[in-house]
């Protein structure tokens, strides 16, 4: 099945803005972050379809994975 | 009514189309309350005060240090040592003496304190530096059904939102709240991350545009949006969120 995953800030170090990737029936989002090999991953956030994620979900065909990490100062 | 300094002060926003005299009313009817006059707070109160905002409250609990002037850009050396809030009062209030500016000099850390000086403003704007402060006015202000403008800095990074009570999601639906432990340690590590004065400029500034936007009722606004500023790369992201029906602040309140 087919993901689309856009990754912004700190992790466009691990590709580009945007990409279609091609995943096995029941990934979850750790398996998409093992994919990019994103070892930062205390305070990142996932989205999964514009809500919150987490590692274990399992994505459907057509999913859009939002990869970001929140900044906090002032 | 504007009186003819009014008129003269605001002369070149009022041209602009999509503002005009009624703009400039509805700029000077309405108020906010800014909590945080740190790097955030610096434009934000400055660019509010100078638009002509009627009434702007400030919340800090902090004295002007040396350390504070590399991106706290209300605050010089003859500052330092005294109260933020009162410093930054005296300088808004000089910028523009049509106004009515409400310090509050206290940390936000009691629910109870907090709900009392939200209350009395119909807006709030978070420019805080740290989680455990934010968390507690995204509770406070989807409680009291108040629009919420969030700013946060980072290095070169900056990120704005809009939370609309009830409408849009709050903080809590893409952040989570944790443990205090681990918001305390995030806090730290943001900022041994250091930050840079531009960053909070250019941050801070889109804070204060999204308020206007919104008390003008024009353009549209970073509501169920998070833009994500990188002043390394000159990208300007916005991502789309949406509510989540099991927030545990705005599903519930």
Known sequence: MNVKVKLYGDYLKYGP?????????????????????????????????LKRAWFEDKLNDGDVVSVFSPVGGG | MLSKDELERYDRQIRIDKIGIEGQIK????????????????????YLASAGVGRIGIVDGDVVSVGNLNRQILYNIDDIGKAKVLVAKEKIEKLNPNIAVEAYNTWLTEEETARIILRKFTAIIDAT????????????????????????????????????????????????????????????????????????????????????????????????????????????????????PNCKICSII
Do not use: W
Not at chain 2, 27 to 45: D, E, F, R, W
């Open chain 2, 129 to 244: 530096d740290n989680y455990e402060t934010r968390y507690l006015i995204n509770r406070v202000a989807v409680h009291l059904n108040r629009p919420l403008f969030i700013g946060a800095v980072g290095r070169f990074v900056g990120q704005v939102m809009v939370v609309i009570p009830h409408e849009t999601a709050c903080l809590n639906c893409i952040f989570p709240e944790r443990e205090k432990q681990i918001l305390f340690k995030l806090t730290e590590e943001n900022r041994n991350q250091g930050i840079i004065g531009t960053t909070v400029g250019v941050t801070g500034t889109i804070v204060a545009n999204e308020f206007l936007k919104y008390t003008l009722g024009i353009g549209s606004l970073l509501k169920n949006k998070l833009l994500i500023f990188d002043g390394l790369t000159n990208e300007f992201s916005i991502i789309s969120l949406e509510r989540d």
């Open chain 2, 27 to 46: 700029l000077k009817n309405s108020n906010v309350l800014v909590i945080g006059a740190g790097g955030l707070g610096s434009p934000i109160l400055l």
């Open chain 1, 17 to 49: 803005e945007e990409t279609y990737i091609d995943i096995e029936e029941g990934s979850t989002v750790e398996d998409v972050l093992n994919r990019f090999g994103i070892k930062e991953r205390k305070y990142i956030i996932v989205l999964v379809n």
